[in-house]
Protein backbone atom coordinates (compact mmCIF):
# COMPACT_ATOMS: atom_id res chain seq x y z
CA UNK A 1 0.00 0.00 0.00
CA UNK A 2 0.93 3.54 -0.79
CA UNK A 3 1.62 6.24 2.27
CA UNK A 4 4.35 7.47 4.41
CA UNK A 5 6.73 6.16 7.02
CA UNK A 6 6.71 7.70 10.29
CA UNK A 7 10.12 8.51 10.12
CA UNK A 8 11.37 11.70 8.82
CA UNK A 9 14.92 11.53 6.43
CA UNK A 10 17.16 14.50 6.40
CA UNK A 11 16.15 14.99 3.18
CA UNK A 12 12.62 16.20 4.48
CA UNK A 13 14.04 18.38 6.90
CA UNK A 14 15.18 21.44 4.91
CA UNK A 15 14.54 24.68 6.47
CA UNK A 16 13.67 26.14 9.51
CA UNK A 17 9.81 25.88 11.52
CA UNK A 18 8.76 28.96 12.63
CA UNK A 19 6.72 29.14 16.04
CA UNK A 20 3.95 30.73 17.12
CA UNK A 21 3.19 30.79 20.86
CA UNK A 22 -0.66 32.48 20.86
CA UNK A 23 -3.16 29.97 20.58
CA UNK A 24 -7.02 30.38 21.57
CA UNK A 25 -7.54 28.73 24.78
CA UNK A 26 -8.52 24.75 24.50
CA UNK A 27 -7.60 24.85 20.35
CA UNK A 28 -4.95 21.80 20.22
CA UNK A 29 -2.04 22.88 18.42
CA UNK A 30 -1.22 22.65 14.56
CA UNK A 31 1.06 22.38 11.55
CA UNK A 32 -0.29 23.78 8.23
CA UNK A 33 0.90 21.97 5.41
CA UNK A 34 0.92 23.68 2.12
CA UNK A 35 1.77 21.43 -1.00
CA UNK A 36 3.04 23.62 -3.94
CA UNK A 37 4.26 22.07 -7.61
CA UNK A 38 4.70 25.27 -9.65
CA UNK A 39 4.84 28.80 -9.57
CA UNK A 40 1.67 29.47 -12.15
CA UNK A 41 0.42 31.30 -8.87
CA UNK A 42 2.84 32.90 -7.17
CA UNK A 43 0.92 35.68 -6.04
CA UNK A 44 -1.91 33.45 -4.69
CA UNK A 45 0.54 31.34 -2.80
CA UNK A 46 2.12 34.49 -0.92
CA UNK A 47 -1.04 35.54 -0.16
CA UNK A 48 -2.37 32.30 0.76
CA UNK A 49 0.76 31.92 3.01
CA UNK A 50 0.28 34.88 4.86
CA UNK A 51 -3.08 34.58 5.78
CA UNK A 52 -2.57 31.45 7.21
CA UNK A 53 0.05 32.36 9.33
CA UNK A 54 -2.09 35.67 10.44
CA UNK A 55 -4.58 33.07 11.94
CA UNK A 56 -5.81 33.09 15.59
CA UNK A 57 -4.88 31.05 17.20
CA UNK A 58 -1.51 30.93 15.16
CA UNK A 59 -0.11 27.93 13.91
CA UNK A 60 2.62 25.74 15.41
CA UNK A 61 3.97 25.96 12.39
CA UNK A 62 3.43 26.33 8.73
CA UNK A 63 5.15 23.41 6.34
CA UNK A 64 5.64 24.23 2.42
CA UNK A 65 6.23 20.79 0.63
CA UNK A 66 7.46 21.01 -3.01
CA UNK A 67 6.60 18.84 -5.35
CA UNK A 68 9.86 17.63 -7.51
CA UNK A 69 10.68 21.39 -8.44
CA UNK A 70 14.23 22.74 -6.92
CA UNK A 71 13.65 25.96 -8.81
CA UNK A 72 11.06 26.86 -6.67
CA UNK A 73 12.37 24.74 -3.38
CA UNK A 74 14.93 27.56 -3.49
CA UNK A 75 12.73 30.48 -4.31
CA UNK A 76 9.95 29.92 -1.40
CA UNK A 77 13.27 29.65 0.83
CA UNK A 78 14.96 32.65 -0.33
CA UNK A 79 11.44 34.91 -0.39
CA UNK A 80 10.17 32.92 3.05
CA UNK A 81 12.82 32.34 4.84
CA UNK A 82 11.26 32.10 7.94
CA UNK A 83 9.32 29.14 7.01
CA UNK A 84 10.00 25.72 6.96
CA UNK A 85 10.12 24.12 3.27
CA UNK A 86 10.25 20.57 2.53
CA UNK A 87 10.61 18.96 -0.81
CA UNK A 88 8.66 15.48 -1.76
CA UNK A 89 10.47 12.33 -1.15
CA UNK A 90 7.83 9.73 -2.29
CA UNK A 91 6.73 9.87 -6.10
CA UNK A 92 5.61 12.90 -7.77
CA UNK A 93 1.84 14.16 -6.76
CA UNK A 94 -0.22 15.41 -4.10
CA UNK A 95 0.04 12.83 -2.05
CA UNK A 96 3.39 12.08 -1.69
CA UNK A 97 3.75 15.73 -1.27
CA UNK A 98 2.15 16.48 1.61
CA UNK A 99 3.52 13.22 3.35
CA UNK A 100 6.21 14.99 2.72
CA UNK A 101 5.00 17.71 4.66
CA UNK A 102 3.50 15.88 7.25
CA UNK A 103 7.09 14.17 8.15
CA UNK A 104 8.65 17.38 9.91
CA UNK A 105 4.96 18.18 11.74
CA UNK A 106 5.20 17.20 15.75
CA UNK A 107 2.05 18.54 16.38
CA UNK A 108 -1.34 16.99 17.60
CA UNK A 109 -3.23 17.77 14.85
CA UNK A 110 -2.44 18.75 10.75
CA UNK A 111 -4.07 21.10 8.64
CA UNK A 112 -3.74 21.08 5.18
CA UNK A 113 -4.44 23.35 2.35
CA UNK A 114 -3.81 24.15 -1.16
CA UNK A 115 -0.80 26.64 -2.32
CA UNK A 116 -4.05 28.21 -4.69
CA UNK A 117 -6.54 29.41 -1.61
CA UNK A 118 -6.73 32.02 0.95
CA UNK A 119 -8.52 31.30 4.08
CA UNK A 120 -10.93 33.55 6.02
CA UNK A 121 -9.37 35.21 9.46
CA UNK A 122 -11.39 32.80 11.66
CA UNK A 123 -10.81 29.95 9.35
CA UNK A 124 -8.43 28.14 12.03
CA UNK A 125 -10.51 28.65 15.09
CA UNK A 126 -13.80 27.32 13.08
CA UNK A 127 -11.85 24.22 11.81
CA UNK A 128 -10.39 23.14 15.05
CA UNK A 129 -14.01 23.73 16.97
CA UNK A 130 -15.17 19.83 16.94
CA UNK A 131 -11.54 18.76 18.12
CA UNK A 132 -13.23 19.25 21.49
CA UNK A 133 -14.79 16.12 20.93
CA UNK A 134 -12.77 13.07 21.26
CA UNK A 135 -14.33 10.72 19.02
CA UNK A 136 -14.04 13.84 15.87
CA UNK A 137 -10.57 12.33 14.21
CA UNK A 138 -11.07 15.23 11.50
CA UNK A 139 -12.60 18.40 9.63
CA UNK A 140 -12.75 19.96 6.96
CA UNK A 141 -14.65 23.19 5.53
CA UNK A 142 -16.12 24.85 2.79
CA UNK A 143 -14.29 26.08 -0.45
CA UNK A 144 -16.09 28.62 -2.30
CA UNK A 145 -14.66 29.60 -6.36
CA UNK A 146 -13.15 32.32 -7.43
CA UNK A 147 -13.56 32.47 -11.41
CA UNK A 148 -10.49 34.15 -12.58
CA UNK A 149 -12.32 34.61 -16.14
CA UNK A 150 -15.95 35.10 -14.71
CA UNK A 151 -18.44 32.23 -13.92
CA UNK A 152 -19.40 30.81 -16.60
CA UNK A 153 -23.00 31.29 -17.38
CA UNK A 154 -23.64 27.76 -17.91
CA UNK A 155 -21.87 26.51 -14.93
CA UNK A 156 -24.44 24.77 -12.45
CA UNK A 157 -23.97 25.53 -8.61
CA UNK A 158 -24.35 21.38 -7.90
CA UNK A 159 -21.36 20.47 -9.98
CA UNK A 160 -18.57 23.20 -8.16
CA UNK A 161 -16.44 19.42 -7.25
CA UNK A 162 -15.36 19.44 -10.83
CA UNK A 163 -13.95 22.30 -9.92
CA UNK A 164 -12.91 21.51 -6.34
CA UNK A 165 -14.97 23.76 -4.57
CA UNK A 166 -18.11 22.88 -2.41
CA UNK A 167 -21.49 22.58 -4.10
CA UNK A 168 -25.42 22.61 -3.44
CA UNK A 169 -26.32 19.95 -1.69
CA UNK A 170 -23.63 19.88 1.27
CA UNK A 171 -24.29 20.23 4.85
CA UNK A 172 -24.82 24.18 5.69
CA UNK A 173 -24.56 23.94 9.31
CA UNK A 174 -21.94 21.40 11.28
CA UNK A 175 -22.45 17.74 10.30
CA UNK A 176 -20.71 14.68 10.25
CA UNK A 177 -19.79 13.36 6.41
CA UNK A 178 -18.04 10.59 5.22
CA UNK A 179 -15.21 13.23 3.74
CA UNK A 180 -14.14 16.46 3.54
CA UNK A 181 -11.48 17.13 1.26
CA UNK A 182 -7.54 17.91 1.28
CA UNK A 183 -7.49 21.61 0.55
CA UNK A 184 -9.45 22.29 3.62
CA UNK A 185 -8.48 19.24 6.19
CA UNK A 186 -7.76 18.94 10.02
CA UNK A 187 -6.72 15.71 10.88
CA UNK A 188 -5.62 13.95 13.88
CA UNK A 189 -1.81 13.23 13.38
CA UNK A 190 -2.04 9.85 15.44
CA UNK A 191 -4.58 9.08 13.04
CA UNK A 192 -2.63 10.18 10.43
CA UNK A 193 0.21 7.88 10.61
CA UNK A 194 -1.50 5.14 11.64
CA UNK A 195 -2.76 5.01 7.80
CA UNK A 196 0.07 6.15 6.32
CA UNK A 197 -1.28 9.07 5.20
CA UNK A 198 -2.27 9.42 1.43
CA UNK A 199 -1.53 6.72 -0.81
CA UNK A 200 1.11 7.63 -3.55
CA UNK A 201 0.30 5.35 -5.97
CA UNK A 202 -3.34 6.80 -5.93
CA UNK A 203 -2.79 10.53 -6.38
CA UNK A 204 -3.60 13.86 -7.91
CA UNK A 205 -0.56 14.57 -11.12
CA UNK A 206 -0.82 17.71 -12.56
CA UNK A 207 -4.78 17.97 -14.22
CA UNK A 208 -5.55 14.64 -14.05
CA UNK A 209 -7.97 13.55 -10.78
CA UNK A 210 -8.08 11.01 -7.86
CA UNK A 211 -10.20 11.19 -5.05
CA UNK A 212 -7.36 10.20 -3.13
CA UNK A 213 -8.88 12.52 -0.41
CA UNK A 214 -11.84 10.56 -0.02
CA UNK A 215 -9.88 7.35 0.06
CA UNK A 216 -7.79 9.00 3.03
CA UNK A 217 -10.77 9.59 4.74
CA UNK A 218 -11.93 6.30 4.60
CA UNK A 219 -9.09 4.48 5.62
CA UNK A 220 -8.71 6.77 8.58
CA UNK A 221 -12.12 5.95 9.49
CA UNK A 222 -12.11 2.35 9.70
CA UNK A 223 -8.56 2.51 11.29
CA UNK A 224 -9.91 4.67 14.26
CA UNK A 225 -12.79 2.46 15.32
CA UNK A 226 -15.39 4.78 13.57
CA UNK A 227 -14.12 7.77 14.49
CA UNK A 228 -16.07 11.48 12.88
CA UNK A 229 -15.31 13.38 9.88
CA UNK A 230 -17.42 16.76 10.97
CA UNK A 231 -17.76 19.23 8.15
CA UNK A 232 -17.97 22.86 9.03
CA UNK A 233 -19.24 25.05 6.53
CA UNK A 234 -18.00 28.02 8.77
CA UNK A 235 -14.46 27.09 8.11
CA UNK A 236 -14.30 28.47 4.96
CA UNK A 237 -11.75 28.90 2.04
CA UNK A 238 -11.41 30.78 -1.17
CA UNK A 239 -9.99 29.01 -4.18
CA UNK A 240 -9.07 30.15 -7.49
CA UNK A 241 -10.33 29.18 -10.80
CA UNK A 242 -7.91 29.33 -13.52
CA UNK A 243 -9.63 30.48 -17.27
CA UNK A 244 -8.33 26.76 -18.19
CA UNK A 245 -10.72 25.02 -16.47
CA UNK A 246 -14.06 27.59 -17.09
CA UNK A 247 -14.87 25.63 -20.50
CA UNK A 248 -17.47 23.14 -21.09
CA UNK A 249 -14.69 20.77 -22.33
CA UNK A 250 -13.06 20.78 -19.08
CA UNK A 251 -16.27 20.04 -17.32
CA UNK A 252 -17.57 17.00 -19.32
CA UNK A 253 -13.71 15.57 -19.37
CA UNK A 254 -13.72 15.97 -15.54
CA UNK A 255 -16.59 14.34 -15.15
CA UNK A 256 -15.48 11.50 -16.78
CA UNK A 257 -12.27 11.29 -14.54
CA UNK A 258 -13.81 11.24 -11.39
CA UNK A 259 -16.08 8.47 -12.55
CA UNK A 260 -13.58 6.25 -13.47
CA UNK A 261 -11.95 7.68 -9.97
CA UNK A 262 -14.51 6.95 -7.89
CA UNK A 263 -14.75 2.88 -9.48
CA UNK A 264 -11.26 2.96 -8.61
CA UNK A 265 -11.85 3.71 -5.16
CA UNK A 266 -14.84 1.25 -4.32
CA UNK A 267 -12.28 -1.45 -5.49
CA UNK A 268 -9.18 -0.37 -3.34
CA UNK A 269 -11.04 -0.25 -0.07
CA UNK A 270 -13.88 -2.95 -1.07
CA UNK A 271 -16.19 -2.59 -2.90
CA UNK A 272 -19.55 -0.12 -3.55
CA UNK A 273 -20.31 0.66 0.09
CA UNK A 274 -18.11 3.32 -0.09
CA UNK A 275 -20.02 5.21 -2.43
CA UNK A 276 -23.42 6.00 -0.75
CA UNK A 277 -22.29 9.98 -0.62
CA UNK A 278 -22.10 9.33 -4.62
CA UNK A 279 -25.16 7.31 -5.12
CA UNK A 280 -27.38 9.76 -3.06
CA UNK A 281 -25.70 12.39 -5.25
CA UNK A 282 -26.28 10.95 -8.45
CA UNK A 283 -30.28 9.61 -7.11
CA UNK A 284 -30.81 13.29 -5.40
CA UNK A 285 -29.07 15.98 -5.34
CA UNK A 286 -28.04 16.43 -9.42
CA UNK A 287 -31.76 15.19 -10.65
CA UNK A 288 -32.98 17.66 -8.06
CA UNK A 289 -30.97 20.65 -9.60
CA UNK A 290 -31.72 19.88 -13.14
CA UNK A 291 -35.71 19.99 -12.25
CA UNK A 292 -35.17 23.43 -10.71
CA UNK A 293 -33.45 24.62 -13.58
CA UNK A 294 -35.80 23.09 -16.17
CA UNK A 295 -38.69 24.53 -13.90
CA UNK A 296 -36.62 28.38 -14.09
CA UNK A 297 -35.97 27.89 -18.19
CA UNK A 298 -39.83 27.10 -18.70
CA UNK A 299 -41.63 29.19 -16.64
CA UNK A 300 -39.34 32.19 -16.56
CA UNK A 301 -37.84 31.96 -20.04
CA UNK A 302 -34.48 31.61 -18.73
CA UNK A 303 -32.35 30.54 -21.10
CA UNK A 304 -29.16 30.50 -18.49
CA UNK A 305 -31.02 28.03 -16.46
CA UNK A 306 -31.79 25.54 -19.86
CA UNK A 307 -27.96 25.52 -20.37
CA UNK A 308 -27.43 24.60 -16.84
CA UNK A 309 -29.66 21.94 -16.59
CA UNK A 310 -28.16 20.49 -20.02
CA UNK A 311 -25.02 21.12 -18.00
CA UNK A 312 -25.96 18.88 -15.17
CA UNK A 313 -27.68 16.03 -17.71
CA UNK A 314 -24.04 16.02 -19.39
CA UNK A 315 -22.12 16.08 -16.29
CA UNK A 316 -24.11 12.86 -15.37
CA UNK A 317 -23.43 11.30 -18.35
CA UNK A 318 -19.77 11.73 -18.57
CA UNK A 319 -19.57 10.68 -14.89
CA UNK A 320 -21.63 7.39 -15.87
CA UNK A 321 -19.48 6.69 -19.16
CA UNK A 322 -16.44 6.90 -16.49
CA UNK A 323 -17.49 4.84 -14.15
CA UNK A 324 -18.18 1.98 -16.91
CA UNK A 325 -15.20 2.52 -18.15
CA UNK A 326 -13.16 2.36 -15.11
CA UNK A 327 -15.12 -0.81 -14.12
CA UNK A 328 -14.14 -1.97 -17.45
CA UNK A 329 -10.11 -1.11 -16.88
CA UNK A 330 -10.54 -2.82 -13.56
CA UNK A 331 -12.11 -6.10 -15.60
CA UNK A 332 -9.46 -6.06 -18.13
CA UNK A 333 -6.92 -5.72 -15.39
CA UNK A 334 -7.80 -8.67 -13.03
CA UNK A 335 -7.56 -11.13 -16.38
CA UNK A 336 -4.58 -13.47 -15.54
CA UNK A 337 -2.13 -12.69 -18.43
CA UNK A 338 -1.64 -15.63 -20.86
CA UNK A 339 1.42 -17.02 -21.34
CA UNK A 340 2.74 -18.48 -24.41
CA UNK A 341 3.66 -21.88 -23.83
CA UNK A 342 7.04 -23.12 -23.83
CA UNK A 343 8.23 -25.96 -26.66
Not at 68 to 89: K, M, Q, S, W
Not at 195 to 206: C, I, Q
Not at 281 to 302: E, N
Amino acid sequence: MGGMSPNPTDEARAGTVTTAPLRRAGAPPVSVVIPIHSEERWEVFGSALQAVRQQDPAPASVIVSVDHNLPLLRRIGTAFPDVCTVENIFERGASGTRNSGALVADTPVLVFVDSDITVDEDWMARLLEPFSNPSVVGTGGFVTPFWSAGVPPWFPDEFGWVVGVSYRGMPTETAPVRNVWSCNMAVRRDAFVAVGGFRVDFSKVGDSPKPEDTDFCVRVTRAWGGGIWMFVPDAKVHHQIGRERSGFPFFVQRCFSEGMGKVALAHLNGGRRDLWDESNYVRRAAPAGAIRYARLAVYGRDGTSLRRCAAILAGLAAAALGAVAGQARHLLSSVPTLRAREP
